[in-house]
């Protein structure tokens, strides 16, 4: 256990670790509440995909500029506006939801705040890690960390939103959730980094975005990551937004049920990122990226297809673990081989890709349930989710010699296994 906790060992970690433990939580709590708010207002499949778009979407857009900047500016002050912004507009959430006067319109432009500021604060907290953690040994262990804490959010935040959206309304939710962005930016105050050494003056913007496309593309391990996070991420989105359909009119429940199958994906998540926690090397991660993605579609597919509420509720676990460990996992190969000066815009594509392909998958399966329905809308994208793992699966092989040939170039391994 100490093994799975070594990227604690640095201060300014651990103090960003309690920051971001209170943080997203009131974060999963204002995206479920907002869920199902929208639906409790219009009961349309399409609006509910269209605030989950609307929330990510941005990052589509925004996420590889975000990365250039995360490369020029401060990082932590950078990561304390964004906080501060959030902190707003989730307080204004709350107040037109207490005022009794909030609407579609308004819980969809401020998922769309939302979804702008995430675009920003996403790349740049992933490349401020390695800032925080002084160490390129402790890294992947923190990105482990990091999404285990995310994922225990995942798993308590929807369920306790639940409750609290059933016992006190939605506008507590929001409440929650502004008061907790205080607690990331003290966070964010108490660390102390070392200065960034001095970079050479910054090309144009456009140059530099180029830069960071060039890299990720011209590596084929890279590319072909990049490749198929792109089909994890957009035939596993759509569980999230539809998921208040599923609970209300396919197993006839009520919040509760809604808070808890959201629950069972993020307890999944949970068990995920412990197990990458507990790895001791980034060798290996190939397998456990093909592995994962395989069991996400399987997941996906198994809880779309299953008649009863148990057995479609065993699915959502395995979802939630494929779809988290080949995300982290690809996340940390991909930091752990990107040069300092290109950090943020190496993981800005991956995060681009990574949350922002959600906002097409999630606005195509809210129009293709209102045709086809939310249960065989998903089975689908299971099956085309298992369809790009297999691909993977397939090549992987010339994958395994293209990172082994980088690993060595960088002092990683000496030798091909044998």
Same mark, same amino acid.
């Given at each position: 256990m100490k093994h799975a906790l070594r990227a604690l060992r640095s201060r300014n970690f651990r103090v960003f670790y309690a920051g971001i433990a209170v943080s997203v939580f009131g974060?999963?709590?204002q995206t479920v509440a907002a869920s199902w708010l929208v639906y409790r207002l219009t009961g349309s499949a399409f609006l509910l995909g269209l605030v989950a778009a609307v929330q990510q979407l941005p990052m589509l857009v925004l996420g590889p500029l975000a990365g250039v900047w995360g490369d020029r500016a401060d990082r932590r002050r950078l990561l304390i506006a964004t906080q501060l912004l959030a902190l707003l507009q989730a307080a204004a959430l709350a107040g037109l939801t207490f005022a009794g006067i909030v609407t579609p319109t308004h819980v969809v432009l401020a998922s769309l705040a939302l979804?702008?500021?995430n675009a920003v604060e996403t790349p740049t907290r992933q490349a401020f890690l390695l800032e925080m953690v002084e160490s390129k040994e402790d890294l992947p262990n923190a990105i482990a960390?990091?999404?285990?804490?995310?994922?225990?959010?995942?798993?308590?935040?929807?369920?306790?939103a639940g409750f609290i959206v059933a016992g006190f309304g939605e506008a507590w939710c929001f409440t929650l959730n502004a008061a907790s962005y205080f607690g990331i930016v003290a966070a964010y105050l108490a660390v102390q980094v070392k200065a960034r050494a001095a970079r050479r003056p910054?090309?144009?913007l456009l140059t530099e975005l180029a830069a960071g496309f060039r890299w990720v593309f011209g590596l084929m391990p890279a590319?072909?990551?990049?490749?198929?996070?792109a089909g994890v991420s957009f035939f596993s989105a759509p569980w999230q937004p539809l998921m208040p359909i599923v609970a209300a009119e396919r197993f006839g429940g009520g919040s509760g049920t809604f808070g808890l199958l959201i629950g069972a994906v993020g307890g999944g998540a949970l068990c995920g990122t412990l197990f990458l926690a507990l790895r001791s090397s980034i060798l290996g991660l190939g397998r456990v990226i093909a592995g994962a993605s395989l069991a996400a579609g399987i997941g996906l597919t198994v809880f779309a297809a299953a008649p009863w509420l148990p057995l479609a509720a065993a699915g959502l676990p395995v979802l939630g673990f494929g779809v988290i460990v080949a995300g982290a996992s690809t996340n940390t190969i991909l930091q752990t081989i990107a !040069?300092?000066?290109?950090?943020?815009?190496?993981?800005?594509?991956?995060?681009?890709?990574?949350? @922002?392909?959600?906002?097409?998958?999630?606005?195509? !399966?809210g129009a293709v349930a209102e045709w086809l329905g939310a249960r065989w809308t998903l089975?689908?994208? @299971?099956l085309a989710l298992t369809a790009c793992a297999a691909l993977f699966v397939r090549s992987y092989a010339s994958w395994r010699d293209g990172i082994r040939q980088?690993?060595?170039?960088l002092g990683m391994l000496s030798e091909a296994p044998g």
């Open positions: 974060t999963w709590m979804g702008v500021i960390l990091q999404s285990t804490m995310f994922n225990s959010a995942r798993l308590v935040g929807p369920t306790l910054p090309a144009h590319r072909r990551l990049i490749y198929l996070i !040069a300092e000066d290109l950090r943020a815009r190496v993981i800005s594509i991956y995060v681009t890709v990574f949350l @922002g392909m959600g906002p097409i998958a999630n606005f195509i !399966a089975f689908i994208y @299971g980088v690993y060595r170039e």
